[in-house]
């Protein structure tokens, strides 16, 4: 089973500045790899598809970058609807996999 | 539109089985895989199964092979997960989803005496 570490835990962060987001695999899983936010009481909502693919509908402010272990998830400038938790998922291996989240809280 | 509507949750003892359904509305259901997710404060969100648009290819988490069974009925546009054995490690929230871009609402799962 791929395991999927997200880092930090929590970010502190001010609307208007840039949040960055990492998740690292424990083996590669190329490109397959997404990023979802969730806000309380809600579905995953999907940001990222393929590593940098942005999802229909999904402003430019958020990006997505990596390949085989390492992906980052950027959010270029805070908007106070985008504090929420973000989770990335690797779609290379069966099981599936989800990583522990990033809590991006309001500083 | 697309919905994605879970129901069948609830308050089952260990041991007990549920079945929860997923109903589909907006999309033609038989053209999508579809996956249910289950989510925990403590564990986060974990994938459960999977089913091909035909049905053909199914796979599960380990945690619960041999217990749930995914199935799906393209005439009626529905998506099911029935759930037996259950233990208090079921207890969560369970999504459908269609190719990750859409999802239900969630239907809560209990398992406890």
């Known amino acids: 089973e791929i395991v999927l570490t997200q880092s930090p835990v929590t970010l502190s962060l001010s609307p208007g500045e840039r949040a960055t987001l990492s998740c690292r695999a424990s083996?590669?899983?190329?490109?397959?790899l997404a990023w979802y936010q969730q806000k309380p009481g809600q579905a995953p909502r999907l940001l990222i598809y393929?590593?940098?693919n942005r999802a229909t509908g999904i402003p430019a402010r958020f990006s997505g970058s990596g390949f085989g272990t390492d992906f980052t998830l950027t959010i270029s400038s805070l908007e106070p609807e985008d504090f929420a938790v973000y989770y990335c998922?690797?779609?290379?291996?069966?099981?599936?996999?989800f990583g522990g989240g990033t809590k991006v809280e309001i500083k | 539109e697309v919905q994605l509507v879970e129901s069948g949750g609830g308050l089952v003892q260990p041991g007990g089985s549920l079945r929860l359904s997923c109903a589909a509305s907006?999309?033609?259901?038989?053209?999508?895989?579809m996956n249910w997710v289950r989510q925990t404060p403590r564990r986060g969100l974990e994938w459960v199964s999977y089913?091909?648009?035909?049905?053909?290819?199914?796979y599960y988490a380990d945690s619960v092979k041999g217990r749930f069974t995914i199935s799906r009925d393209n005439a009626k546009n529905s998506l099911y997960l029935q759930m037996n054995s259950l233990r208090d490690g079921d207890t969560a929230v369970y999504f459908c989803?269609?190719?990750?871009?859409?999802w239900g609402q969630g239907t809560l799962v209990t398992v406890s005496s």
């Open positions: 083996q590669s899983v190329s490109s397959y």
């Open positions: 393929d590593a940098s």
């Open positions: 989803t269609r190719d990750w871009r859409d």
């Open positions: 089913i091909s648009s035909s049905s053909s290819t199914i």
């Open positions: 998922q690797q779609r290379s291996n069966w099981p599936l996999t």
């Open positions: 907006g999309f033609t259901f038989s053209s999508y895989n």
